[in-house]
């Protein structure tokens, strides 16, 4: 995953097969897992003994993103 607002890659786990590069999803950033969107640059599959980040340090992908979540709300 890459963020707008820096370069830097990520692993995420994705618990769906749906995820392609590409994509944007939601996904938990920092210690306060606050909800931010991110482009799928990779997909990988990893045997648990190669994995780059121990599996319980690794966070989930929440969900694809949809529309509305770079649609700026309504303030009518």
Do not use: Q
Not at 20 to 40: C, L
Not at 49 to 66: A, F, G, N, Q
């Amino acid at each position: 995953m890459e963020f707008n607002e820096g370069y830097k890659s990520y692993y995420y786990i994705a618990d769906e097969d749906n995820i392609s590069v590409g994509d944007y999803v939601i996904v938990p950033v920092g210690k306060d897992n606050r909800h931010s969107a991110a482009e799928v640059v990779k997909v990988e599959y990893f045997a648990e003994e190669d994995v780059p980040l121990p599996l319980d340090r690794t966070k989930h992908i929440i969900r694809k993103c949809k529309d509305e979540d770079f649609d700026p709300p309504n303030k009518e």
